[in-house]
T-cell receptor
């Protein structure tokens, strides 16, 4: 079974702190994603990576950056956390060459910024 | 315009009954895929079922079936014989095109199964 592991289930940070959210997948998938989930808004794409060191901005990249130094690892970075970044963050990976190309999700990281 | 619309924020169903969760989509692509995910309170998104735009038969996976009406652009999820463990958020999603990375998610439907 595909396993997507997010480093922290729950985090509490202070405004202005730098925050790292890490995601590791064990199935050699090319594509990895970071989504933000807020009630009533569904999932919104922050960043997408299709290969090592390759990334594309999603719908809401402002205030975030990402790093993909190894194929299995995709990190989301909040350079200076703000209260409006309090949210659930979901990482996903995808083998886009395999049908049906569904996303495999981690368990999520719930971030609270005080 | 919203790419995926789920109009039911919350639904209740009696245990052992069937329930339909609505999803409509908007795309001009000929090739696309439709997905349903379940998110229990634990947070993990679980893939349930997939329907390709060229698939003529409705997809089925155990107690889940997808009622695909292409002309109406709807992809409703039907859960038969509801169980208490089906209580969760359900998200409809669409993948456009063939590159595989452009997904759109609806706002979700919260399903509660009543004993």
């Amino acid at each position: 079974d595909v396993k997507v592991t997010q480093s922290s289930r729950y985090l509490v940070k202070r405004t202005g702190e730098k925050v790292f959210l890490e995601c590791v997948q064990d199935m050699d998938h090319e594509n990895m994603f970071w989504y933000r989930q807020d009630p009533g808004l569904g999932l919104r794409l922050i960043y997408f990576s299709y290969d090592v060191k390759m990334k594309e901005k999603g719908d809401i990249p402002e205030g975030y950056s990402v790093s993909r130094e190894k194929k299995e690892r995709f990190s989301l970075i909040l350079e200076s956390a703000s209260t409006n970044q309090t949210s659930m963050y979901l990482c996903a990976s995808q083998n886009w060459q395999g049908a049906p190309g569904e996303l495999f999700f981690g368990e999520g990281s719930r971030l609270t910024v005080l | 315009a919203q790419k995926i619309t789920q109009t039911q924020p919350g639904m209740f169903v009696q245990e052992k009954e069937a329930v339909t969760l609505d999803c409509t989509y908007d795309t001009s692509d000929q090739s696309y895929g439709l997905f349903w995910y379940k998110q229990p309170s634990s947070g993990e998104m679980i893939f349930l079922i997939y329907q390709g735009s060229y698939d003529e038969q409705n997809a089925t996976e155990g107690r889940y079936s997808l009622n695909f009406q292409k002309a109406r652009k709807s992809a409703n999820l039907v859960i038969s014989a509801s169980q208490l463990g089906d209580s969760a958020m359900y998200f409809c999603a669409m993948r456009e095109g063939n590159t595989g990375n452009q997904f759109y998610f609806g706002t979700g439907t919260s399903l509660t199964v009543i004993p």
